[in-house]
Structures are given as C-alpha cells and as structure tokens.
C-alpha cells in the first residue's frame, strides 16, 4: 500500500495560532501519512517553527486542531504523543551537563517503566541511535565540550532513539557539515522508506530539490502551494515569497538568482 492510500497519522485542520495579538499561523492545513517525506520552506517569519511546534502539542493552537491517529491531539496523554512523535526543535538551548550516551538515553522516557530501570531492548535502542549518528567515539564525552554540529547529532540520536513514527524536525542541517548532512539526508529517506512520517522544516532549498518528493511552501502564516519540490520552487509563489527567481539548469540543478 502506497502513502496516498493509507490513512493519515497527523493532519492539521484549518490550524491557526496566535501570540501576543499577533497571528503567525492563519487557516493552515496539512496531511502526513506513513511514508511520506515531507519539506516545510518558508522566507524568515512564515510560521514553520511554529506550525511544527503546534503539530508537537508544544503550544496551543488559537484555531483548528491537530488529529493524531484519528483522534483530536488533545485527548491524548503526553507519553502517549512521545511514543508515537518525535519534534527536534531548533538547536538553541545551552547544552545539559551529561554525557552523550545519557543524552541519548533520555529519549526513552516515553517507553521507561516508573518501577524498574532500563531495560535490554531500551539499552539496545540507545546503542542503535548512537551507532545510526555515528557517535560511538563521542558517547562518553560530556555535551557542553561537544561543538554544535556534534550536539546536533546526539539530538538526532535522542529523537530516534524514541522510535517513533512521526518525525518532526526543525532545521535539523543547522550546524552540520556537507558530510553529515548528506548521511542525514540519507536518514531522512530511509526513515520514509520504513513507514515513518517524517516532516522538516528547512532553509536549504537545494537540498529541498534533491531530498524532498512533497513541499509545502508556507508565507506570512498561510499554506501558499504544495506540490511536487518542482512545482512549489519554480512558482511564482515561492518567487514572490523569496524574492527570488529558480529555474533549472540543463542538467536538473536548481538554480536561484535575486530578483530585481
């Protein structure tokens, strides 16, 4: 069975959310499936953060609702959200005094029994995430002497190590060289190709071209277009929202020149 027929497992319906009197997300509706991959674009301002918090259950929508599974966000338990969605907010935070292999293992809280400690599979799972971020000559080193790029890995590691099957990631290249982030691109695909809904919000609108099979271009709070990566980038709604005009090069490149 293909994405388009099975049914969905996070859907924003008319999802709106406003902060101090100001409206950021208006009218917003979106629909993931297992198996898609999914990039959010947007010109500074246009709301991406806030729509993958608002899916998260991180913030409060003003209007709409966000259905997990079938059921209204709301009606679930917490634990219950973190065990079947992962949200990698951007990298901002000051970095916790443990080490990489602890980090890692905190993302297993939603499966952690209150009576008794980690168990085998919980061990085997953080050991997995830790080897898929390539971080096992890191996992004894403490966070704060970690550089940005390695943080960024080991909260990665944190968001899979949850074994979720939603996925939302919130500029998750920041920081990262070429190299990791072409493996976490790789990620990306393989994560869909397993079943896993997986929905990012990104700057890069190369990698967006190369990665990503469904965009959604988001502007001034608003859903303008979403289509295939062709579609959305060579629009003239992404030009107006950009400030930019893309086209392709004779050998499929994506190329962008400010417009004038």
């Not at 500074?44 to 599974?69: D, T």
């Not at 920041?174 to 691109?185: F, K, S, W």
């Amino acid at each position: 069975m293909s994405s388009k027929d099975a049914s969905p497992c996070l859907e924003a319906r008319r999802l709106g959310y406003a902060r101090d009197g100001r409206e950021i997300l208006k009218d917003v509706t979106l629909t993931l499936r297992p198996g898609d991959l999914m990039a959010v674009v947007g010109p500074n301002g246009a709301g991406k953060s806030s729509l993958l918090r608002c899916l998260s259950g991180v913030w409060e929508p003003s209007a709409g609702e966000v259905v997990l599974a079938g059921r209204p966000l709301t009606e679930w338990s917490r634990r219950d959200v973190a065990c079947r969605l992962a949200f990698l907010p951007q990298l901002s935070e000051a970095p916790v005094d443990v080490d990489v292999r602890e980090a890692v293992a905190q993302g297993r809280y939603p499966h952690a029994s209150p009576w008794k400690g980690p168990t085998p599979s919980d061990r085997a799972a953080v050991e997995t995430a830790i080897a898929t971020m390539e971080l096992e000559a890191l996992a004894t080193r403490r966070l704060p002497t970690l550089s940005g790029g390695e943080r960024q890995r080991v909260r990665l590691a944190r968001a899979l190590v949850q074994e979720a099957t939603i996925v939302l990631l919130d500029e998750p290249t920041a920081a990262l060289d070429i190299g990791h982030q072409l493996e976490l691109t790789d990620l990306f695909r393989d994560l869909a190709a397993r079943g896993h809904a997986v929905l990012v919000a990104i700057h890069d609108l190369h990698l967006v071209h190369e990665v990503f099979p469904r965009v959604l271009l988001l502007d001034q709070g608003r859903a303008v277009i979403e289509g295939a990566p062709t579609d959305v980038l060579l629009s003239e709604e992404l030009g107006e929202a950009f400030g930019v005009s893309c086209r392709l090069t004779a050998d499929g490149a994506l190329r962008m020149e400010r417009r004038v």
